[in-house]
């Protein structure tokens, strides 16, 4: 089956499978976008369908899939159902002849993502997975910062993802929450972590884990921690990323002034210094905090991928970088069921 | 020789060794208590003690410790100079039959810590170890919510203390800055961890860790975590305490407002709600932040010394539970030699 | 032309004049409610109602308010217009029978405001100010604080609403930002202010101002400080109330913690001990953050105001309470044009 | 009698009078200074001098100014009393020809302080006014920007400072706190209020304002406001400099980042864009947060004190400034009294 062609006069027909939490938002900003129209919305619940025909007139509805991919009148879809249906979903869809947009995580297994890249190879598809984060004016920031050497050689990464609830009832925290982080790790530095070590907890009963800790290691030295919990009665959103020149503190729950630079560094063998314990050799500067592009990340997103698919470009979150995570994912659970060992992380 | 013998009427005399960060303290400290007096400094640096000499001229100093216990001015000793030689001048303090005041953590080795016990049990003579935040309001605060049953069946502990500095040239950040929160750990809760995982990292080149974070596992469920850094660019001191029934938040460096009870929980049962993965099952209540007592910690710690000394009490931080701490810093390094796996507490 | 009967059976049908920066949540919120369809939207910017038909094409769209009313589809008409025009287009509304629901500030003058008053008296329709505060969590917990006697007498009110932007053209930050704040002190205290005095400042040549402080004074020995200002860096939304038991603080930027309610007083005779200038008497004691109703404002407003219309319940916030805030601004203008000094508030 | 000579070798002896709250502070610090020497503590209760004499057993103590000023041990002396002993207290000393530190505000009345700076003069001695904030690093950093013309035109001055307690018997609260702000805003800016508004509040019933709200007006369109109270649940101690092209925020309260300079500015004719009401015109930049000199002021200003004495350099807070101070605190008075009309402050 031939791939959508789209040609660059028409606007690109979207349909969204999947209208729960996160689905609103998406037909929102593709709705909002010039060259782009959202046609048809699936969802399981007819209350929901309702809803949405209410708002939205002109969108057509439909509780089933298959359907729904009948129609002639969708170029893309984007699909954000529980992750467990996102193989088979984008199956669909490829087989159709559509371009795909998977929420994160891209798949429930790496075997599953790394099929699904193969499909929309073969059908000359855009498959894109949803690692929103990635748009954020924030993590652009932090990734120009590190280009520059601004930051010089980064030590750390270090995130913590804490709220309470939702609780998930087919995933883990860590499928749940992690996905984020493990995104954000995938763009910000070229290389790959070689193994990885995770801890996790229940307690309240779900029968998944509900807190957990994630270490990744780098063979350059590089290590990260992400943090992920369900049981916290703060929310904290906030990464710090210490190198040996600067410290960035990344706060998401700040409404403006979300990245923080510190000109800070610690070092032995400062300006020739003479090191006694009593006497800490660091550098104490000025913190700079800069302004950033405060534009909707899934906006953004949305934008990219009808570049993709017009315009041909390789997406930013495809195929490869949803596998990636996935992988991680998948090497986090066998950590767990490990009682918390590292586990290798080579392919 | 016979332990000091202190009558009611007459002031106890404290010597301090080590005048470096910590001793003013306990000089200032146990100079404004009632029923004390500071008698003998003892420093290695000469510019030291004549500072010392300077602002407190009646007070006897010299680099000698042995000299110093060889005066008869001398009832009990507190101890603050780098932990490995916390054994060794102990000893000597016990040997010559005062009563001793160790700053944390006790000593290097669980070994050493059990032979100072030995010697102090059979000199007759008190045994302390210095873990101040026992003796703050926020943790004597914390200890009581715990008690009254508010928290409910704790989840976990899980703390961050984390800053720039200062690097330490003899110890890791491990047993710089972990005894904090082990010592509340041991304080908190009534049973012991059954296991211990540690990971660390050094970047700057001092041979020592200079980030780790520590795992521990209790036999109920309950689990800790505990991070510690000398390469933050921003300053933590935060515990998370999560329990059944009430969540509490302790920030150290809130000037006032240390602690924060949340009366939010999380359950599946919670009055018979249908869970779904939309509908979060958590309760969002008030949240209370109770007066604390506001004397400094050292003050009310100082004043326990004494009263060990002069009515024969058993100390809330003596020989045991300053050796428990020094046997989770040890399984800590084991840990860590061991790529972080978890290593067994049982004795 | 009579009133517009509502039977109960039907949905009121709502229209809006003004589609800038408030009309959108009017729609909003107005559709989302059951009992209520919105069925035209007035604005003079044709692009405006182009996005309007786009997002909701069932929804009648002109830009003339007259050929608006002209329409049999509409029982009721919210104004979100510029101030200056309120008055004349009210009038529109009320003439035609509509029941009408006006932005804040009700009108330019009182007089005006007083003109509209009569009119839905005589015409017998519902006249509702939109002061939105009024409808939060966070006002209406501080109203219930204050009835149960839990703050005691209310000493001051002082309120900071700062930010930069937005520069309106037709009036000064009073009329922009204040009228927030006075019509929360018009709903929390049922005495009346007897004299207000303002001080304002220009200076980016606005030729408005851009910065004022009003002070009013109570007959009791209340006094209310309001603090408004389009010039600066950070964006304050803070108010303190002091009482003779409690103190409240209510941020309104938090995002979940707006009201904070301190154990805290001060007095002279407290407890009989002893005044002197180093031993300050006051009482430090508990802060408790009581959780808050959190359903956005404008949809219980919304509701309020179709509750008004179909079961002629008296609004909260009508006529009389709208020209109360608007006399009170045009005395803020007396003082400033008299150089600050205080003006009587007797009617 | 002639001025206390001190020659260079020798240390400058200082005597402090008055140790309540801010002596201590004054002992400590000049005792901490290289050649200069605290030789004598005057106060008039027994049980602080005996407090004093334990502490520091060299100095010599008196609870009678008299009997303190006839030793011949003396070369300055540092007032730390009530303010309306200030005037007699520093003619003594004045008289007995020693240098003279005052504490803020320097007098009760402008004629007081006119009467010691011509006998200051007379006398040939150091007469200087402990204005410590303009001593901070955070204070010296403003001034450094202003100077730069990194904050333009300055706009407005807007200071709070206002916590619970501690009530002060003697003097009202805008003589209590008012001094430190008007001490900042005498030394930041170049040109002098020429009017002055103030608003004050009684509740608790000790005769004395307890909250207040001054407005100063400077000739060039500069103005001030200063809020002071003792009757707020919480401390702040912010204040907002707003400038043509930067604005600085100035938080006392925050630990370390006590300065945030905001690349924010707002304009009418900013780039020639089209000015709207929903359009704001104004510029989001950068926030940068400076290092500050972290030396306590006190260190800092006793240091200077003894270079004036030695090097007979004009002070930087002496007499005139003072002056200004004490001359804006009698006009708030007068302002107050007249209920809150502008006064004029030409001299």
Same sequence: chains 1, 2, 3, 4.
């Avoid at 998406?26 to 809803?51: I, Q, W």
């Avoid at 007139?57 to 249906?85: K, N």
């Avoid at 601004?150 to 883990?172: A, H, K, M």
């Avoid at 030295?221 to 904290?236: C, D, F, T």
Wanted: proline fraction near 5%; charged fraction near 25%.
């Amino acid at each position: 089956m031939p791939a959508a062609s789209v040609s660059s006069g028409e606007p690109i027909r979207v349909a969204v499978i999947g209208y729960g939490y996160w689905g609103p938002n998406l037909v929102r900003n593709f709705s909002g976008l010039d060259g782009c129209a959202v046609t048809a919305v699936c969802d399981l619940d007819a209350e929901v369908l309702e809803a949405v025909a209410r708002r939205y007139p002109s969108v057509r509805t439909t509780d089933d899939a298959t359907a729904l991919l009948r129609g002639d009148d969708i170029d893309a879809v984007a699909i954000a159902t529980p992750v467990s249906t996102h193989h088979r979903l984008a199956r669909q869809v490829i087989e159709s002849g559509r371009h795909v947009l998977i929420e994160k995580p891209m798949t429930s297994t790496a075997e599953e993502a790394r099929d699904l890249i193969a499909m929309a190879e073969a059908a000359g598809v855009v498959l894109m997975v949803d690692h929103t984060f990635l748009y954020t004016g924030a993590v652009r920031k932090i990734r120009e910062l590190l280009d520059s050497g601004e930051v010089g050689t980064p030590f750390y990464f270090d995130s913590e993802r804490i709220s309470l609830g939702l609780l998930q009832q087919d995933i883990n925290v860590i499928w749940d929450l992690a996905p984020h982080d493990l995104s954000i790790l995938q763009y910000l530095f070229d290389e790959s972590p070689e193994s990885l070590q995770a801890v996790g907890y229940r307690h309240v009963g779900s029968g998944r884990e509900e807190m957990a800790t994630l270490n990744l290691h780098y063979p350059g030295g590089l290590h990260a921690q992400v943090r992920v919990s369900w049981l916290s009665p703060v929310k904290v959103r906030r990464t710090l990323l210490g190198g040996s020149r600067r410290m960035i503190v990344y706060d998401d729950v700040e409404p403006s002034e979300k990245i923080r630079v510190y000109d800070k560094g610690v070092a032995l063998d400062l300006d020739g210094e003479e090191v006694t314990p009593l006497k800490p050799i660091y550098r104490a500067g000025d913190v700079h905090i800069p302004t950033l592009d405060r534009t909707e990340a899934l906006q953004v997103e949305a934008a990219h991928f009808l570049e993709c698919i017009r315009d041909g470009v390789r997406p930013l979150t495809g195929g490869p970088e949803g596998l990636a995570v996935v992988e991680w994912l998948e090497a986090a659970d066998r950590s767990l069921a490990a009682g918390g060992t590292f586990v290798s992380l080579e392919s």
